[in-house]
């Protein structure tokens, strides 16, 4: 299919920030084929879409959820989350769990949610790892949906694993045990890939002096230390769930003591050590913020975090973790844009930055000529009223959504 969405005003969030009015945008087989101001004529053979009076925005990206692991519409038999059967669980995959009719991602298409990192839940000190996807596709085959698998592997700090474990008499139990089973995962899994690396100078040995007698015996394989060794090499980052601010500072040095990249997720008590944060350098998957205070590390919960994260110099997106209904996806935003987040970088907050995050902005984030065709056309700026209404959601080059 191709369209031409016509007389809208086009908010880019590119580079420069450039806003359009009365701008076109040509799509082509699932990219953004060229941006104008309007004066271009239409080639044959486009659709047109008349976007008059209405406001033309890239699709928001969540870049922390469960959307499609966890359906609660069924109860027990949609709660697919978290394997909570070992604290350390880096061999199972999100992908292997997805499901792409899970009524979520109806909910995202109508909140302009585009694009979703989802995966494992908390529970375990390791969870297993994320995966990167569009919200629809005509098949619903899950393969259909991906931009990236594996995106990152998810691990967790604070109460959860505490409470899964702890209650059972069984490690970890306190702070300190799982920060020790992260610890001697990432020792094996490092001493793994040793072993490995010693096969194939020994292999390489054995075919250059063409002595099959000293050829070694290949290593058993193991499906988790391999998932580790991928963060070890900096292939995928490290996304941590912590709360607390100590426990934030002991995500930054287990990733700091075997030289990983991180990114944090929640991160509930950051503003308290934002300069902190801002200085080692480490992004922010803030949220959600509209839960209730269940547990002790949820006390300080805010949305003066994004805003003072931002103010020292942290890259920060804005996630739901699935707690918000995705087809009011825009509230998050919008609520710290009220305590002070300017509306130009709580949009930037769940487009480009988000993007930037989890390693997608060469295809998503922004409008620009070559980027997939994820565009949403809203009545109103949906960060500066939240009355404003999606009237149609494009997935690659697609009508995901048209409200009727």
């Not at 054995?206 to 499906?223: C, F, G, V, Y």
């Not at 509230?331 to 300017?342: Q, V």
């Not at 295809?363 to 109103?380: C, F, H, M, N």
């Amino acid at each position: 299919m191709k369209f031409a969405i016509v007389k809208g005003k086009i908010i880019t969030v590119n580079e420069n920030e450039e806003i359009i009015e009365n701008g076109t945008i040509l799509i082509k087989d699932g990219k953004i084929e060229a941006i104008t101001d309007g004066t271009t004529s239409i080639p044959e053979g486009y659709e047109v879409i008349d976007a008059e009076g209405k406001i033309v925005l890239p699709g928001f990206i969540d870049t922390h959820t469960h959307q499609g692991l966890f359906d609660g519409s069924v109860g027990w038999a949609g709660f697919d989350g978290n394997e909570m059967t070992d604290p350390a669980t880096a061999y199972v995959r999100a992908l292997d769990a997805i499901n792409p009719e899970d009524p979520g991602l109806l909910e995202a298409r109508i909140g302009g949610v585009t694009t979703i990192q989802t995966g494992p839940g908390s529970g375990n000190v390791i969870g297993g790892t994320d995966t990167i996807i569009k919200t629809y596709c005509k098949s619903n085959i899950v393969d259909d949906l991906i931009v990236k698998t594996p995106s990152s592997m998810k691990a967790a700090l604070g109460e959860n694993p505490k409470n899964v474990y702890g209650t059972d008499k069984k490690l970890p139990s306190t702070r300190m045990g799982t920060a020790a089973v992260f610890r001697k995962a990432f020792v094996d899994a490092q001493n793994y890939a040793k072993k490995w690396q010693e096969y194939e100078k020994k292999k390489v040995k054995a075919e250059e002096t063409n002595d099959i007698e000293k050829m070694p015996s290949e290593p058993e394989r193991d499906l988790g230390k391999e998932a580790l060794v991928k963060v070890l090499n900096r292939e995928i980052p490290l996304n941590f769930h912590c709360h607390q601010a100590n426990d934030i500072v002991t995500a930054i040095r287990l990733a700091e003591e075997f030289d990983v990249e991180l990114m944090l997720i929640h991160a509930t008590e950051g503003h308290k050590i934002a300069d902190y944060i801002a200085k080692k350098g480490v992004p922010v998957s803030v949220g959600p913020s509209l839960v209730g205070f269940e547990k002790v590390e949820l006390r300080n919960i805010s949305f003066e975090t994004p805003v003072k994260l931002w103010k020292a110099g942290v890259r920060i997106s804005i996630q739901s973790d699935s707690f918000t209904r995705l087809r009011h996806f825009q509230i998050l935003p919008c609520m710290a844009i009220k305590e002070g987040l300017p509306i130009n970088e709580a949009l930037k907050a769940i487009t480009i930055n988000a993007a930037k995050m989890i390693k997608v902005e060469d295809r998503l984030g922004s409008i620009e000529p070559g980027k997939d065709a994820d565009l949403v056309i809203w009545t109103e700026h949906p960060l500066e009223n939240f009355y404003a209404e999606n009237q149609i959601t494009f997935i690659n080059g697609e009508i995901a959504y048209k409200k009727e």
